[in-house]
């Protein structure tokens, strides 16, 4: 589908440039042509642009996801009560293998309208389901279909028992996909690479396969779960900031400096941590330690496809690590003191914008509100009961929900506006999680 961008101005926003020259304009105009912002200011004029009248909202970069597996998105609820990673290992993981081609297409379609709809305008859809070549070209179809900013990540994580030679076919496949996707950086669908993890394909795979994306120049995260692997990682000379770590609950001090010295990121999925039941306090300590966080829904078939949720929890995780270090420190009743507490409420919008797009390898045109930045915009609502006093980046992280997003615009074309999707269908994305569930559910 080609879907046109047009020249428009939006007038009268709150707007959270996130980007540290330009800081907030509490009622400011921003402009849009080809695709990409091209001024933001006061009072801005346009002959002939759309104009979009944004007074009472609050306007942000779009939200962007660092780690979801988007064809969990029909699964929503399959894993709501599970206890720590074996439930989930036993009732969830394995009804990847039951997922044909086709409800490749059906389950990331579904999950893109719906993240789409409340304003996530761009994924790592780290889609480790790839069983086929036919799964990735049906994910990358659906993708291609709904415009969502994507970085597809090419699951190489094959299924139980596999041989370790299907890396052959899977890497040639990626070798296929990186000579005919767009790698622009304006391109809507990049190839980027869901490495295996460590602990299943062993170390020399893993090479392989980070050395492949090096060669490609693609963008790679990895599931980072038992410890010690960073520093197996960094011995090997693999770590890089274009190899984003996903959890990574047990990193050691030690383990964060490597990350930071390279430039790498996380991904912290708050949800996803709670329900393996793991070390909650490593978001502090990465920010801390200058390894940028980002956030991931990860698991829709337990965690809601929306990143405020993401937002607002994560800052209370936060707030309730510090306390905890604090009491456990004897310094009860808590009480400001140098650097505590250190996590804000508008860090976290930093994690879904600024930091999101540098992991993704987009740092330079993505996640700002800037002159030359890629038209990637959230229109919040504050009304019917206003904006919070105070910071209206801690309004985003934790007083806005998904049902205030009015006004979604992906690389300068207008998806979504006063409330309702202009060229998406609710009713298709619903249809298709309901394809998914008959056939790999039976219901
Ligand atoms: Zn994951």
Redesign the pocket.
């Given at each position: 589908m080609t879907r046109q961008t047009s020249r428009i101005l939006i007038q009268r926003a709150c707007v959270l440039t996130m980007d540290a020259a330009l800081g907030d304009l509490t009622e400011g105009d921003v402009l849009l042509e080809d695709g990409r912002i091209t001024a933001v200011g006061d009072q801005l004029s346009a002959e002939g642009a759309q104009r979009i009248d944004a007074a009472g909202m609050i306007l942000i970069p779009g939200l962007i996801d660092s780690?979801t597996?988007m064809w969990q998105g029909p699964l929503k609820g399959l894993g709501a009560g599970n206890w720590g990673m074996a439930d989930y290992q036993k009732h969830v993981f394995p009804l990847r293998e039951k997922f044909g081609a086709e409800d490749m297409g059906d389950a990331t379609f579904a999950a893109g309208v719906e993240m789409l709809d409340k304003g996530t305008t761009t994924v790592l859809d780290?889609c480790h389901n790839v069983m086929t070549p036919a799964h990735a070209d049906q994910a990358l179809a659906a993708h291609r279909r709904t415009g969502q900013r994507i970085v597809f990540g090419y699951g190489m994580l094959g299924s139980h028992g596999a041989p370790a030679s299907e890396q052959d076919w899977r890497l040639a496949q990626v070798r296929e996909l990186a000579r005919t996707l767009d790698a622009k950086p304006t391109s809507l669908l990049r190839l980027g690479i869901a490495v295996g993890s460590l602990e299943y394909v062993g170390l020399a795979a893993m090479r392989r396969e980070i050395e492949t994306g090096r060669e490609l120049g693609l963008p790679m995260s990895f599931?980072q779960n038992p410890p010690g692997q960073i520093r197996e990682l960094h011995a090997a000379g693999l770590l890089g900031p274009d190899l984003l770590p996903?959890h990574a609950n047990v990193a050691t001090d030690e383990e964060l400096a490597a990350l930071a010295a390279c430039g790498a990121g996380i991904s912290f999925?708050v949800e996803?941590e709670f329900g393996g039941g793991r070390p909650m306090s490593i978001i502090g300590r990465a920010h801390r330690a200058g390894v940028t966080p980002s956030l991931g829904v990860?698991?829709p078939s337990r965690v809601a496809m929306d990143l405020f949720s993401q937002m607002r929890l994560t800052f209370h995780v936060m707030r309730a690590e510090e306390a905890l270090a604090e009491r456990l420190a004897g310094r009860w009743p808590l009480a400001r003191r140098p650097g505590t507490p250190h996590a804000q409420p508008r860090h976290m919008l930093e994690y879904v914008t600024v930091n999101a797009a540098r992991a993704l390898g987009l740092g330079e045109c993505l996640g700002r509100i800037a002159p030359g930045c890629i038209a990637d915009l959230v229109l919040l609502r504050t009304d019917p009961y206003g904006m919070s006093v105070g910071d209206p980046a801690a309004h985003v992280a934790l007083q806005a929900s998904a049902s205030d997003v009015d006004t979604v615009i992906v690389g300068g074309v207008v998806r979504k506006r006063g409330g309702e999707l202009q060229d998406m269908d609710r009713a298709e994305a619903a249809a298709a999680t309901r394809r998914v569930r008959s056939r790999v559910l039976a219901q």
């Open positions: 780690h597996h780290f599931h996903v999925t996803g990860d698991i």
